[in-house]
């Protein structure tokens, strides 16, 4: 008889005939509904993400069958997808045998802002007052609502300055979507001149001109590195080849929420910045990767761009809308690119830098939102709009994200020389009763300065001599009424749950920090050591700047530690 005209009998390794396969089998049902749900879509294996929030999204869950058949449907090994899904913290794997989570999840925010506005107290109730059969209650990191605190996600509707009693109301509604504000449309923005400056630039502009325009602006990252806007142009646009264009909306530093603030009533501000940097260097696709705590602001992004498409400004698919999957580490450029390319959001060892290998390996300009917002400004109206402005010494403005004990939390736009007196002033002074004592001046990474340090510019560079940095400007004022080693735990906790894991001085130091700052008297020298081993030899910027909230702590409100 010939070989191949025999049955097979797959062996193990005692000997014995198997039928199938070792490892999970792949189920017909579940390839049916994989392959429904996918429809006509691509089979791409950077539509990953993509996919399994579909499944998600249908099913409230991952089930090991689904995970089994999206692998054989996109071609590539089970591990690929379990890992990807494991990793994000909105995705829930449901292995056989175990009970998929109730159909109802609340996110309860205990970022800092929530966690001084009583989220602790809140979550407590909640757990006491719902039947955890019916609905789950999961703590959550900064859902970018930090001017409402405290907040919560029922689904993917969030409930403002939260209270059980309206979380029952909504549970008893059904209240589970995301509320849609009133935003600038298409129609709207067109009539007001919009697009107007990108249209002149494509049909005769000028790329370097347009570049020199925004550095005599001074526009800077406004993402929170603060490089020179338009420099990146001209690397990006030094390599031959295909270039990617790639907006990091995933504002997920504690305190910050000025993107969402203007993506909620100007996106399309935001996308003729985008489109003018992506004409500026001959991007051939613009890749916006949005948080998935914005499930608004991916609504309008979805809504607007499909007029953009029907309107022809833009071709079918050149713009590529991606939602994130809860991963703070994903702000990070090359860790975002991982994200966009389906895989974990794992930071890169740099060199090579993005601009000269990114998405797919290609040379990719990274923009944050706001910054592409100006970018749209300074072509209309001149660098004049920023460079104009002056104050303390320092050219431009800046978009503050205030929230905690002040009176009127929220964006407030003012001269990047304000100071963090300025800052409150603007927000409406300190709320009655309470007494100014600290302050965050740029998201956890930041740390604390005291209250006693108030008269320096709240910009970039003037903060660096402190041992702190502005950042992305996420400013949260702390009052006498507060702890501030209370606070310092709280981010170095925000650090341990959002650490990638890659690499061991993040992903141990930031456990071993949370544990040694819940002792009744820190253990300083200890504490300076560890310190130093993670910002010496941590990867990204997360494991490198996690020890500041601690040092600037135990220089400042050494009485508290």
């Keep these: 008889m010939a070989l191949d005209d025999r049955k097979g009998v797959w062996k193990s390794g005692k000997g014995k005939g198997r039928h199938t396969p070792k490892g999970r089998q792949l189920e017909d049902n579940a390839w049916d509904d994989v392959r429904n749900l996918l429809g006509d879509q691509p089979c791409r ?7 399994l929030h579909l499944l998600q999204d249908t099913y409230g869950h991952l089930s ?7 692998a054989e449907e996109l071609r590539i090994s089970m591990a690929e997808v379990y890992e990807v899904a494991t990793f994000y913290a909105h995705f829930d794997v449901v292995k056989e045998g175990e009970t998929p989570p109730p159909a109802l999840t609340i996110r ?22 719902l039947d955890a059969a019916e609905v789950r209650v999961l703590r959550a990191p900064c859902m970018g609502r930090c ?16 209270t059980p009693e309206k979380v029952n109301a909504a549970i ?57 806007s338009g420099k990146k142009w001209g690397f990006v646009r030094a390599n031959e080849g295909t270039r990617y264009l790639a907006v990091n909306g995933d504002e997920g530093e504690p305190g910050t929420f000025k993107d969402r603030y203007y993506l909620e009533r100007t996106p399309h501000l935001f996308l003729e910045g985008m489109l003018i940097a992506a004409w500026a260097v001959e991007a051939e696709t613009c890749f916006i990767y949005m948080r998935d705590e914005y499930p608004a602001v991916l609504h309008i992004l979805a809504q607007e761009i499909a007029k953009l498409e029907e309107a022809g400004l833009v071709e079918k698919g050149y713009i590529d809308l991606r ?23 794992i930071p890169r060892h740099r060199p090579p830098y993005v601009a000269q290998v990114g998405i797919f390996n290609k040379p990719t300009l990274v923009h944050n939102i706001e910054t592409l917002l100006w970018v749209a400004r300074i072509v209309r109206e001149g660098p004049e709009v920023l460079s104009s402005t002056e104050k303390n010494g320092r050219k431009g403005l800046r978009s503050y994200s205030i929230s905690g004990r002040v009176q009127n939390p929220g964006v407030h736009l003012l001269p990047a020389g304000s100071t963090i007196m300025d800052l409150i002033e603007a927000a409406g002074g300190m709320l009655e009763g309470h007494t100014f004592k600290a302050y965050q001046p740029g ?53 341990e749950d959002e650490s990638c894991g890659q690499c061991t001085p993040c992903r141990v130091g930031c456990e071993k920090a949370v544990k040694l700052m819940q002792a009744d008297k820190w253990d300083q020298p200890l504490l300076e050591e560890l310190c130093t081993a993670m910002g010496d030899a941590s990867i990204c910027g997360l494991g490198q700047a ?4 601690i040092r600037m702590t135990m220089k400042h409100f050494a009485d508290e530690v």
């Design 443 to 495: 998201g956890p990474s930041a740390g604390l300065l005291p209250a006693s340090i108030n008269d320096v510019p709240m910009d970039f560079d003037t903060l660096q001599p402190l041992g702190t940095f502005i950042g992305s400007a996420a400013v949260v004022i702390l009052s006498d009424k507060d702890s501030a080693r209370g606070a310092a735990l709280n981010m170095l906790r925000f650090f």
């Design 546 to 549: 996690a020890p500041n909230p």
């Design 108 to 129: 309860v925010c205990d970022s800092l802002s929530c966690e001084l506005a009583g989220a602790e107290a809140l979550k407590s109730a909640l757990e006491s007052g």
């Design 172 to 228: 008893a509604a059904g209240h589970t979507h995301a509320d849609i504000p009133d935003y600038e449309d298409f129609a709207a923005y067109e009539a007001l001149g919009g697009y107007a400056s990108l249209k002149a630039l494509r049909e005769k502009g000028d790329w370097e001109q347009v570049q020199e325009t925004v550095l005599d602006a001074g526009l800077r990252g406004l993402g929170g590195a603060g490089f020179p």
């Design 45 to 51: 294996r950077d539509l990953l993400i993509e996919y």
């Design 64 to 70: 090991a069958a689904h995970l089994r058949a999206l």
């Design 147 to 162: 001017d409402t605190a405290p907040v919560l996600e029922l689904g993917h509707h969030h409930i403002d300055h939260a």
């Design 323 to 345: 939602r994130g999957a809860g991963a703070y580490i994903c702000g990070e450029e090359s860790a975002m690119i991982e994200s966009i390319e389906g895989k974990r959001g």
